[in-house]
């Protein structure tokens, strides 16, 4: 099947969401990944974009940190999934070299580091 350009998500959809996500962690954020199918180069007219956040630190609990993630990208219509994590819980993961963590940092993207 033939996947029209219109219906990808573009590099500068992408940066506007890095940015409200920067602005909605700031000063905590870390690093932002990119991973899933537009990191591995296959998006399809179907894909939704997958982000990974890792906060240097974070009060809230995991489900309202996410909660703020979503809520910055309010009026954008780009179909976002988000994790966030702190860095404790980022090291934590990345001790299994399994995880999807690690997976994440082996094949995603860097988008954003501090």
């Known amino acids: 099947m ?6 990808l998500i573009t590099s500068d959809e992408i940066s506007l969401i890095v940015n409200r996500l ?22 399809n ?6 982000i ?26 780009t179909p976002t999934d988000l994790i966030v994590y702190t860095q404790e819980e980022y090291q934590k993961l990345l001790e299994d070299e399994f995880s999807f963590c690690n997976h994440i940092v082996k094949e995603g993207k860097k988008l954003y580091e501090c």
Do not use: C
Request: net charge neutral.
């Open 2 to 7: 033939e996947v029209k350009a219109d219906s």
């Open 22 to 43: 920067l602005i909605a962690y700031h000063p905590n954020i870390k690093s932002i990944y990119l991973f899933g199918s537009y990191a591995w180069g296959t998006p």
């Open 45 to 50: 007219e179907d894909s939704d974009l997958d």
């Open 52 to 77: 990974m956040v890792v906060l240097k630190e974070s009060e809230q609990n995991p489900h309202k940190r996410v909660v703020k993630g979503y809520k910055s990208l309010r009026g954008i219509m």
